[in-house]
């Protein structure tokens, strides 16, 4: 009996799939054999491995499982050939990736629902039977419908076929600079403030199947940070006594600390999917560039997007700041290719990337304002004068809800396998403890707690519950510090002043220039920039209109938009033939932001532009937009190189300063004055000011009279007082001081014994 072609197809591919394994594991046991380095960090070879055995499986796929399929996509005389073959490759590539993620998760899943009756070798077995049959099944499938269908190049001449794969290096060795840069910071920086909460949870979320832990971001810039660490040996963070408390911080502290992990492996390999994160949203940003105004034009916005400071500086953390860039720019380049194509398939693909920016990060509900609007603005657009506007709008809102129903499907599925082991019980905790009693929230609280039963309900009961924490979060207000000036509620000219000190001038000048250009082509452009200042215009209203005030960071979802405007009004003058003016002027703008960029590294968290030039960038800004934690590293290096045997250490951010400086010994501002060496976090150093008055105790106002002997990457102030110094200058406070939190300040400066 005669197989259908199908079926042949499916027993090649695997066959190919058993040889590709034995390619994957060998070049991996090689590594970490054979390179000391790789031993430690065995993630990083699995990562290389894999990259090995995808190339072989798309050769030996090309070649033979889908051969035919692979060859009518070339001609005869093709002269596209190394084009329509690097798109199959990154097919392929794409959907080894998404396998991957496929099998991991199936393979946790079913271990967490197989009865624990059976024995741990069945469970294990059953768990990667079912992993590798989904896997395989998604990859045959997708590479048989979507990696080998036929690609149509446009025919290009030799020199424009040589110029687009110049172009095209070009910006590959941009993306290369910008990882380089990122993972070289990565080593240097410590850990920062949110990392302590978002590390535990993506990795809680992948293994355990349990959402207890950060409800108020949503999993799935987490758990993609969390990937790495399935794949090293960890003691468990339900070994935390703060796991059964439902408390992400100090669950943070122990998983990364306390329990006998390695805290530069747990920090620096979550850090890794993080990068790659970053890197495709450099990748969507020159492809939306590229299709709105050209390849040289790309080139450039990309050069910006590479050397920019806050992007080099939270690009490599494990946050949700640039993934939530990521998710605007994927919903609107995919909506925008929807309004261009109205078929079903970009239909299906806004949805989707509407629900995958939903999934990074809770601001991308700003996306259904910018989506409205985009509506609002087409059916106004197509109006003629016998058909009004609602007939225009009714079928656009149509398939914009569409959109919103694909993205809101997507998102309730993602959160199923993340709630499937929360316990109910857990659940109602987290119900409780996070919505209040006053009746405002009593029905909504209720309400949650009807889903609260199953992981189906669960799921989505469990993203309503971000959504609502997150709102509190923005309209709740925050501690406050800019240019001397403190506030508990947040203040409204924070962002305006922070984005002009710590933006790159040549974006500043680049955009208002645009905006400036914009009022004589705007009747032409009209549906561009509403695409593009849409959703910048939405973002910082409502960040105006909110509290959060804690750092720059939380402006990254316009950054994209912001570049893409500038690169669209920079067409005519890059496309214009010739060497003018304006061409080297913008040339110089583009090389200012390299230099500029490069000067400040590895600092690029407490980055600020030549406007503050001799100012303490301690006096300016102060969390997030310049002291996270990053520093403590370098502190540690400054110690050993200046032989200081103790050091008092008052530290804001995600890392422990014994473990890097371990002759060091806590402090706090309220304990009063001291002498010795003392490390204090900008952060610290500022709010004692605001915080001492309101509680009555010590601030740090009494080293006002000293001058820092050092400050470590703008952001920790090093001070030596002597005791000569306390007996000529003794410290006073401005003000009454009615509490202490010693009576009696050890003054002795800490030994190594400490």
Same mark, same amino acid.
């Given at each position: 009996?005669?197989?259908?072609?199908?079926?042949?197809?499916?027993?090649?591919?695997?066959?190919?799939?058993?040889?590709?394994?034995?390619?994957?594991?060998?070049?991996?046991?090689?590594?970490?054999?054979?390179?000391?380095? &790789?031993?430690?960090?065995?993630?990083?070879?699995?990562?290389?491995?894999?990259?090995?055995?995808?190339? #072989?499986? !798309?050769?030996?796929?090309?070649?033979?499982? &889908?051969? #035919?399929?692979?060859?009518?996509?070339?001609?005869?005389?093709?002269?596209?050939?190394?084009?329509?073959?690097? *798109?199959?490759?990154?097919?392929?590539?794409?959907?080894?990736?998404?396998?991957?993620?496929?099998?991991?998760?199936?393979?946790?899943?079913?271990?967490?629902?197989?009865?624990?009756?059976?024995?741990?070798?069945?469970?294990?077995?059953?768990?990667?039977?079912?992993?590798?049959?989904?896997?395989?099944?998604?990859?045959?499938?997708?590479?048989?419908?979507?990696?080998?269908?036929?690609?149509?190049?446009?025919?290009?001449?030799?020199?424009?076929?040589?110029?687009?794969?110049?172009?095209?290096?070009?910006?590959?060795?941009?993306?290369?600079?910008?990882?380089?840069?990122?993972?070289?910071?990565?080593?240097?920086?410590?850990?920062? =403030?949110?990392?302590?909460?978002?590390?535990?949870?993506?990795?809680?979320?992948?293994?355990?199947?349990?959402?207890?832990?950060?409800?108020?971001?949503?999993?799935?810039?987490?758990? /993609?940070?969390?990937?790495?660490?399935?794949?090293?040996?960890? #003691?468990?963070?339900?070994?935390?006594?703060?796991?059964?408390?439902?408390?992400?911080?100090?669950?943070?502290?122990?998983?990364?600390?306390?329990?006998?992990?390695?805290?530069?492996?747990?920090?620096?390999?979550?850090?890794?999917?993080?990068?790659?994160?970053?890197?495709?949203?450099?990748?969507?940003?020159?492809?939306?560039?590229?299709?709105?105004?050209?390849?040289?034009?790309?080139?450039?916005?990309?050069?910006?997007?590479?050397?920019?400071?806050?992007?080099?500086?939270?690009?490599?953390?494990?946050?949700?700041?640039?993934?939530?860039?990521?998710? &605007?720019?994927?919903?609107?380049?995919?909506?925008?290719?929807?309004?261009?194509?109205?078929?079903?398939?970009?239909?299906?693909?806004?949805?989707?990337?509407?629900?995958?920016?939903?999934?990074?990060?809770?601001?991308?509900?700003?996306?259904?304002?910018?989506?409205?609007?985009?509506?609002?603005?087409?059916?106004?657009?197509?109006?003629?004068?016998?058909?009004?506007?609602?007939?225009?709008?009714?079928?656009?809102?149509?398939?914009?809800?569409?959109?919103?129903?694909?993205?809101?499907?997507?998102?309730?599925?993602?959160?199923?396998?993340?709630?499937? #082991?929360?316990?109910?019980?857990?659940?109602?905790?987290?119900?409780?403890?996070?919505?209040?009693?006053?009746?405002?929230?009593?029905?909504?609280?209720?309400?949650?707690?009807?889903?609260?039963?199953?992981?189906?309900?669960?799921?989505?009961?469990?993203?309503?519950?971000?959504?609502?924490?997150?709102?509190?979060?923005?309209?709740?207000?925050?501690?406050?510090?800019?240019?001397?000036?403190?506030?508990?509620?947040? /203040?409204?000219?924070?962002?305006?002043?922070?984005?002009?000190?710590?933006?790159?001038?040549?974006?500043?000048?680049?955009?208002?220039?645009?905006?400036?250009?914009?009022?004589?082509? !705007?009747?032409?452009?009209?549906?561009?920039?509403?695409?593009?200042?849409?959703?910048?215009?939405?973002?910082?209203? *409502?960040?105006?209109?909110?509290?959060?005030?804690?750092? /720059?960071?939380?402006?990254?979802?316009?950054?994209?938009? =912001?570049?893409?405007?500038?690169?669209?009004?920079?067409?005519?003058?890059?496309?214009?033939?010739?060497?003018?003016?304006?061409?080297?002027?913008?040339?110089?703008?583009?090389?200012?932001?390299?230099?500029?960029?490069?000067?400040?590294?590895?600092?690029? /968290?407490?980055?600020?532009?030549?406007?503050?030039?001799?100012?303490?960038?301690?006096?300016?800004?102060?969390?997030?937009?310049?002291?996270?934690?990053?520093?403590?590293?370098?502190?540690?290096?400054?110690?050993?190189?200046?032989?200081?045997?103790?050091?008092?250490?008052?530290?804001?951010?995600?890392?422990?300063?014994?473990? &890097?400086?371990?002759?060091?010994?806590?402090?706090?501002?309220?304990?009063?004055?001291?002498?010795?060496?003392?490390?204090?976090?900008?952060?610290?150093?500022?709010?004692?000011?605001?915080?001492?008055?309101?509680?009555?105790?010590?601030?740090?106002?009494?080293?006002?009279?000293?001058?820092?002997?050092?400050?470590?990457?703008?952001?920790?102030?090093?001070?030596?007082?002597?005791?000569?110094?306390?007996?000529?200058?003794?410290?006073?406070?401005?003000?009454?001081?009615?509490?202490?939190?010693?009576?009696?300040?050890?003054?002795?400066?800490?030994?190594?014994?400490?």
């Amino acid at each position: 009996m005669k197989l259908k072609p199908s079926v042949v197809q499916f027993v090649k591919f695997a066959f190919v799939g058993i040889i590709n394994t034995g390619v994957d594991w060998l070049v991996f046991f090689l590594l970490i054999r054979l390179v000391p380095f &790789f031993a430690e960090f065995s993630p990083l070879a699995k990562a290389i491995s894999f990259v090995l055995a995808a190339i #072989n499986s !798309f050769v030996m796929n090309s070649a033979w499982t &889908f051969s #035919n399929e692979f060859k009518s996509g070339f001609s005869k005389n093709d002269s596209q050939k190394i084009s329509k073959g690097s *798109v199959y490759f990154g097919r392929f590539f794409a959907v080894s990736v998404v396998g991957l993620i496929i099998n991991t998760l199936v393979y946790s899943i079913v271990l967490s629902i197989v009865p624990s009756s059976f024995s741990a070798t069945v469970i294990k077995l059953a768990a990667l039977t079912c992993a590798s049959g989904a896997g395989i099944i998604w990859n045959f499938f997708a590479n048989k419908f979507w990696t080998y269908k036929k690609v149509d190049i446009a025919e290009a001449t030799a020199p424009e076929r040589r110029k687009r794969l110049w172009f095209n290096l070009i910006g590959v060795l941009l993306l290369g600079i910008m990882a380089a840069i990122s993972v070289l910071v990565m080593f240097g920086d410590s850990g920062t =403030v949110d990392e302590v909460a978002h590390i535990p949870s993506g990795y809680s979320y992948l293994k355990y199947h349990d959402y207890r832990l950060n409800p108020e971001h949503p999993p799935l810039t987490k758990a /993609i940070a969390g990937i790495p660490l399935q794949f090293i040996k960890v #003691n468990e963070l339900t070994n935390s006594p703060a796991w059964n408390d439902i408390n992400q911080w100090e669950s943070g502290w122990d998983f990364i600390y306390r329990l006998g992990n390695n805290p530069d492996a747990v920090i620096n390999l979550s850090r890794i999917p993080i990068i790659i994160l970053l890197l495709i949203l450099g990748v969507f940003v020159y492809r939306f560039t590229r299709e709105l105004a050209g390849r040289k034009v790309a080139v450039i916005v990309l050069t910006l997007f590479a050397f920019y400071p806050d992007l080099l500086a939270h690009g490599h953390l494990v946050t949700t700041d640039v993934a939530a860039a990521l998710g &605007f720019v994927l919903s609107i380049y995919y909506f925008w290719h929807w309004t261009n194509s109205p078929t079903k398939k970009n239909l299906v693909y806004a949805g989707l990337a509407f629900g995958i920016a939903q999934l990074l990060k809770f601001s991308a509900v700003l996306l259904i304002p910018v989506l409205i609007l985009y509506l609002v603005f087409l059916a106004f657009s197509r109006k003629s004068r016998l058909k009004g506007f609602w007939h225009n709008f009714r079928p656009l809102l149509v398939r914009g809800i569409y959109i919103g129903l694909i993205g809101l499907a997507a998102v309730w599925l993602v959160y199923i396998p993340f709630v499937w #082991n929360t316990p109910a019980g857990i659940e109602h905790k987290l119900i409780e403890a996070n919505l209040t009693n006053d009746a405002r929230t009593l029905v909504f609280r209720n309400f949650l707690h009807l889903l609260e039963g199953n992981p189906i309900t669960r799921a989505i009961g469990h993203y309503i519950l971000g959504l609502f924490l997150v709102f509190g979060r923005v309209g709740g207000g925050n501690s406050t510090f800019i240019l001397g000036h403190f506030s508990d509620k947040g /203040i409204s000219w924070y962002f305006p002043v922070a984005w002009l000190i710590k933006t790159p001038l040549p974006v500043i000048l680049l955009f208002w220039g645009g905006l400036l250009a914009m009022i004589k082509k !705007f009747r032409a452009n009209t549906w561009i920039y509403v695409l593009l200042l849409t959703p910048v215009a939405i973002y910082w209203a *409502v960040t105006l209109k909110g509290s959060l005030n804690i750092g /720059i960071r939380h402006l990254m979802p316009t950054i994209p938009f =912001v570049l893409i405007f500038i690169g669209f009004q920079l067409k005519n003058i890059l496309n214009a033939a010739g060497i003018t003016w304006p061409k080297v002027m913008v040339g110089l703008l583009a090389v200012w932001m390299i230099v500029g960029s490069l000067i400040a590294y590895p600092n690029y /968290i407490s980055y600020f532009n030549e406007l503050t030039y001799g100012r303490n960038k301690y006096d300016l800004l102060v969390d997030s937009s310049l002291d996270w934690g990053q520093d403590l590293k370098r502190l540690a290096k400054w110690v050993d190189d200046n032989h200081v045997q103790g050091i008092y250490i008052d530290y804001f951010g995600g890392s422990v300063p014994s473990y &890097f400086i371990p002759h060091s010994a806590s402090w706090r501002s309220g304990y009063g004055p001291v002498t010795g060496y003392i490390a204090i976090s900008a952060t610290f150093y500022q709010f004692s000011r605001m915080y001492g008055q309101q509680e009555g105790k010590w601030s740090y106002d009494w080293l006002r009279d000293y001058q820092p002997v050092a400050v470590i990457g703008n952001s920790i102030l090093v001070f030596q007082v002597t005791p000569a110094d306390m007996q000529k200058n003794p410290p006073k406070s401005p003000y009454p001081i009615t509490k202490y939190d010693r009576p009696e300040p050890d003054i002795t400066t800490p030994s190594a014994n400490n």
